[in-house]
C-alpha cells in the first residue's frame, strides 16, 4: 500500500460563488428540507421574537422607572418590580424552549441530510465508487455537512427572526429620540462593511483548514482499511509521519484561521464601541437640555445591541456562508451527480437466460482498451467458464453484465434482447456473484446469509448454508447461525468466509449465476463437494464461471480463453487441449506440465 493517493483528498474543485451556490438546484434541495420542518422554524423564529419583545418591554419599564426617579411612588415600584420579575420568568421560559426546538431541528435536519447523501451515494454509478476513496465519502458524510447544516439550521433561522427585531427594537429608539435611535442603526451597517476586511485572507484560511481535516479523514481511513498490510509492513512510522506532517499543517491553518477571526471581531466591535461612547455623550447632552429623562438613555444603552444584532449576525452569517461555501462543494459536487436509473426498462422474465457478448468494446481509461471485438455466447441454462491471464478482461466483462458500465461499441444481450433495454434492478435481482472479494457485513451467520435474499426463512438459510458446505462450521460456532461475525468477517477464516458467501449466491435463487474464483479457497475434498452440489442448486441458472483451477474449469460445458481483452480461443476443453494453442500452454505452465489430468 502506498500513501500517496492520500493526496487525493486534498484534490481541488472548480470554486462556486455564494450567490451562484444560492441559484444552484442541489442547495435548494437542501433548503427543502427545511420546509419540511417549517414548524420547527416558525417555533423558533416565534419564540426568538418574543424574546425580543420581552426585550422591548424591559427597556421601555426600566424607562419609566429612570424617568420617574428619584420620586417613585411607591405602588409604581411595586408594579414595576413585578413586571421585572414576569419578564426575567418568560424569559427564562422561552430561552429553554428555544433552545430545545433548535436541538430537536438541528438534529432532525443532520440526520435527514445524512440519510439522504448516504441514499445518493448508494445509487451513484459503481464508476464513482471505484474512483473516490471512500474516506472521502465519509469526510463529506461528516465535516462538510456539519457545515453546510451550520448554514441551514442556525443562520437561516436567525435571518428571518433578527431583521423583524431590528424594525420593531429601531423604531422604539426612534421614538425615545430620533439622534439615538439614528446612532443604533447606523452601527448596525458599519459592523457590515467591517467584514470586508481580511475577508480573502479568512476564506483561505478557512479553506486550508478544510483540507487538513479531510486529510486527517482520509489518513485514518486508509490506514484502519488496510490494517493488515500496515501492520506486516511494518508502516507504522511512515503513518505517524504522515499524521505528524498533517498535524504540523493543521496547527498553523489553525492558528492563522483564528488570528485572521480575531482581527475581524475586533473591527467588528470597533462601532458598536464608538456607538456607544457617541450614544453616551449626546444622550447626556440631550438630557441636560432636558429633551429625553434618564430613562431614555437607560433604554438606548440596553437596546443597542439589540439593533445591532441582525447585523452583526449577518456578518457572521455570510462568513458562515463563505465557510460552508468552501466546505460544502464538495458535497454539492457529489450530490449534483447523476443516480443510476434501475428501473425504467423491461422486466428479465423468469428462468435461465442466453447471454451474447457481440463484438463488445471497453475501456475504462481514454485510449486503453480493456475489451475489444469479444464475441461468445451462452446458451440458457448452461455455463461457460471464461480463463486467461491476470488483467485478461474477465472481471471487466461480470461488471458490464452488471451494467456497472456500460460496453463503448458491440452489444450485450440477455435472451436474444440489449442488456440496456431491460431495467437494471430486474437483471441485477436474477443475478447472483461468488466474488474472490468477500464482504461480510457485521451481524450474525443468518443475517449475512439472508443478504442474499431479505425475507428468506430460518429453514431456507441453512438449508443454503448446508449446500455452501458452511452449516459444519457453522455449527461449531459458539452461538451457531446466530454467531456474530464481527467487522468485515474478521473472525473467519478465507475458505469460511467463502462459504457464507456461496450460501448466499444458493439463497438468492437467481438465474444467472456468476462464480468468480468460488473454490480459490476451498480445500479439494469441499471444492470436490461444491462441483456436486452446484449441479443441483444451480442446474436451473445460466453459469458464468472465472477460475483458474481445471477441476473447476472442466465442468464448464464451454471455455473461452482471453487475452488483453480479446477471446483468443473457444471450446470444450477436450479440444482446446488438443489444438495446442494459448489454453493448453496457458494449462501446461499452471500445471507444472500436468494437464494429462484431464483427460
Ligand atoms: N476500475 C478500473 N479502472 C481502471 N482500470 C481498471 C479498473 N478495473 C480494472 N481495470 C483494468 O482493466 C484490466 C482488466 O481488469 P480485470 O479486473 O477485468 O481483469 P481480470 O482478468 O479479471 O484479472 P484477474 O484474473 O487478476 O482478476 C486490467 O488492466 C485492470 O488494471
Redo the contacts with the bound molecule.
Keep these: 500500500m502506498s500513501l500517496q493517493p492520500l493526496s487525493k483528498g486534498t484534490s481541488e474543485a472548480p470554486r462556486k460563488s455564494v450567490f451562484s451556490l444560492l441559484k444552484d438546484r442541489t442547495f435548494h434541495d437542501l433548503l427543502s428540507i427545511i420546509k419540511k420542518y417549517k414548524w420547527y422554524y416558525v417555533s423558533a423564529v416565534g419564540s426568538q421574537l418574543l424574546l425580543t419583545a420581552a426585550a422591548l418591554l424591559f427597556a421601555d419599564t426600566s424607562r419609566r422607572l429612570f424617568n420617574m426617579a428619584p420620586n417613585v411612588p411607591r405602588g409604581s415600584l411595586a408594579n414595576i418590580l413585578l413586571v421585572f420579575a414576569c419578564i426575567a420568568v418568560f424569559q427564562l421560559v422561552f430561552t429553554f424552549i428555544n433552545n430545545w426546538i433548535r436541538s430537536a431541528l438541528n438534529e432532525s435536519v443532520v440526520y435527514e441530510m445524512r440519510r439522504n447523501i448516504l441514499g445518493h451515494l448508494q445509487r451513484l454509478p459503481l464508476?464513482f465508487h471505484?474512483?473516490n476513496h471512500s474516506s472521502n465519502s465519509v469526510n463529506i458524510m461528516h465535516n462538510e455537512l456539519e457545515i453546510a447544516k451550520n448554514f441551514i439550521v442556525f443562520d437561516v433561522q436567525r435571518l428571518i427572526a433578527l431583521p423583524i427585531s431590528f424594525i420593531f427594537v429601531g423604531i422604539y429608539l426612534l421614538s425615545v429620540h430620533p439622534m439615538l435611535g439614528l446612532i443604533a442603526i447606523a452601527i448596525g451597517p458599519l459592523q457590515m462593511l467591517s467584514s470586508l476586511v481580511l475577508k480573502t485572507k479568512f476564506k483561505q484560511a478557512a479553506e486550508l483548514q478544510n483540507r487538513v481535516t479531510r486529510d486527517v479523514f482520509f489518513t485514518i481511513g486508509e490506514t484502519l482499511h488496510g490494517i493488515r498490510e500496515v501492520k506486516s509492513n511494518q508502516m507504522e512510522n511512515n503513518v505517524d509521519s504522515r499524521m505528524a506532517e498533517i498535524q504540523q499543517r493543521g496547527v498553523a491553518y489553525n492558528v492563522l484561521l483564528t488570528n485572521i477571526s480575531t482581527i475581524r471581531s475586533i473591527v467588528k466591535d470597533l462601532p458598536g464601541h464608538l456607538g456607544y461612547i457617541a450614544g453616551i455623550g449626546i444622550g447626556a447632552a440631550l438630557m441636560a437640555a432636558g429633551e429625553i429623562g434618564a430613562g431614555g438613555l437607560v433604554a438606548f444603552i440596553t437596546l443597542l445591541d439589540k439593533v445591532a444584532e441582525p447585523f452583526t449576525v449577518l456578518v457572521d452569517t455570510i462568513n458562515n456562508l463563505q465557510r460552508s461555501v468552501s466546505g460544502a462543494r464538495r458535497l454539492y459536487e457529489v450530490m449534483d451527480m447523476a443516480e443510476e436509473d434501475t428501473m425504467t426498462g423491461q422486466s428479465l422474465a423468469p428462468g435461465a437466460p442466453s447471454v451474447s457478448f457481440d463484438e463488445v468494446a471497453f475501456q475504462?481509461?481514454e485510449g486503453?482498451a480493456?475489451?475489444q471485438n469479444l464475441s461468445f455466447s451462452i446458451p440458457a441454462g448452461s455455463s461457460l467458464a471464461?480463463v486467461?491471464?491476470?488483467?485478461?478482461?474477465?472481471?471487466?466483462?461480470?461488471?458490464l453484465l452488471y451494467r456497472f458500465y456500460d460496453p463503448e461499441q458491440g452489444t450485450v444481450t440477455l435472451n436474444g434482447k440489449p442488456l440496456e433495454s431491460y431495467a437494471i434492478h430486474s437483471v441485477r435481482e436474477r443475478m447472483a456473484l461468488v466474488s474472490?472479494d468477500i464482504f461480510l457485513f457485521d451481524g450474525t451467520v443468518a443475517q449475512n446469509i439472508e443478504v442474499g435474499r431479505p425475507g428468506a426463512t430460518r429453514d431456507e438459510i441453512i438449508r443454503a448454508a448446508k449446500l455452501a458446505q458452511a452449516y459444519d462450521f457453522i455449527e461449531a460456532l459458539p452461538r451457531g447461525i446466530d454467531s456474530e461475525i464481527g467487522e468485515r468477517g474478521i473472525k473467519l477464516s478465507h475458505g469460511q468466509k467463502q462459504r457464507l458467501s456461496i450460501a448466499r449466491a444458493i439463497l438468492r435463487d437467481a438465474s444467472l449465476l456468476i462464480l468468480?474464483?468460488p473454490t480459490s479457497a476451498l480445500d479439494v475434498e469441499t471444492e470436490a463437494s461444491f462441483q456436486r452440489d452446484l449441479g443441483e442448486w444451480a442446474s436451473n441458472c445460466t453459469k458464468i464461471i472465472?477460475a483458474?483451477r481445471l477441476s473447476t474449469i472442466r465442468e464448464a460445458d464451454f471455455i473461452v480463453f482471453?487475452d488483453q481483452?480479446e477471446v483468443v480461443e473457444s471450446g470444450t476443453a477436450e479440444q482446446l487441449l488438443s489444438r495446442n494453442g494459448r489454453f493448453r500452454s496457458y494449462w501446461e505452465k499452471q500445471s507444472g506440465g500436468m494437464y494429462a489430468e484431464i483427460t
Design positions: 464508476s471505484e474512483h475504462y481509461v486503453t480493456t475489451l471464461l486467461g491471464p491476470s488483467g485478461a478482461g474477465k472481471s471487466t466483462i461480470v461488471k474472490q468468480d474464483e472465472i483458474h482471453i481483452g
